[in-house]
């Protein structure tokens, strides 16, 4: 496995604790680098490490655990679970939260892209919010049998 990549999954192995230090993503990212998830889309590395920053700002832990990683030419692509605790999530008990990362490289990731289910994350750990969205999986999920 790529060097870059060992240490990408280092740093996100304990995110709540590094993302006070965005002076670490000079290592990992590209000046020009490119963020997406489901919410943001962010361009450059100044850009990113304020986003990082803001992030962290209700999480109370956060750490990603990598499954099996797809490698090659200059992409990789990340399954992960990531376990958090945030402030204004499920009460601030811990979560957990599959995803995927597909990175583009040469020296350092130019090119992030995260694949999650926001809905899961967010909507149904609002209260009266996830009820609905909750029963509307379970509906639709239904739907097909």
């Known amino acids: 496995?790529?060097?870059?990549?060992?240490?990408?999954?280092?740093?996100?192995?304990?995110?709540?604790?590094?993302a006070a230090d965005p002076s670490l993503l000079d290592r990992l990212y590209d000046e020009d680098v490119i963020f997406c998830d489901p919410v943001h889309r962010v361009e450059g590395l100044p850009a990113l490490k304020r986003y990082f920053a803001g992030m962290n700002g209700g999480l109370t832990s956060c750490r990603f655990e990598?499954?099996?990683?797809?490698?090659?030419?200059?992409?990789?692509?990340?399954?992960?679970?990531?376990?958090?605790?945030?402030?204004?999530?499920?009460?601030?008990?811990?979560l957990t939260l599959r995803g995927?990362?597909?990175?583009?490289?040469?020296?350092?990731?130019?090119?992030?892209?995260?694949?999650?289910?926001?809905?899961?994350?967010?909507?149904?750990?609002?209260?009266?919010?996830?009820?609905?969205?909750?029963?509307?999986k379970k509906r639709l999920g239904g739907a097909g049998s």
């Open 66 to 94: 990598f499954d099996r990683s797809v490698m090659g030419g200059g992409s990789a692509c990340l399954p992960w679970q990531m376990h958090f605790s945030h402030r204004q999530l499920n009460k601030g008990k811990p």
């Open 1 to 18: 496995m790529s060097g870059l990549i060992t240490e990408l999954q280092q740093y996100y192995s304990d995110f709540g604790a590094v």
């Open 100 to 136: 995927c990362s597909l990175l583009h490289y040469r020296e350092r990731v130019y090119y992030h892209e995260d694949f999650y289910d926001l809905g899961a994350m967010v909507y149904e750990q609002v209260p009266l919010l996830g009820t609905m969205v909750r029963g509307l």
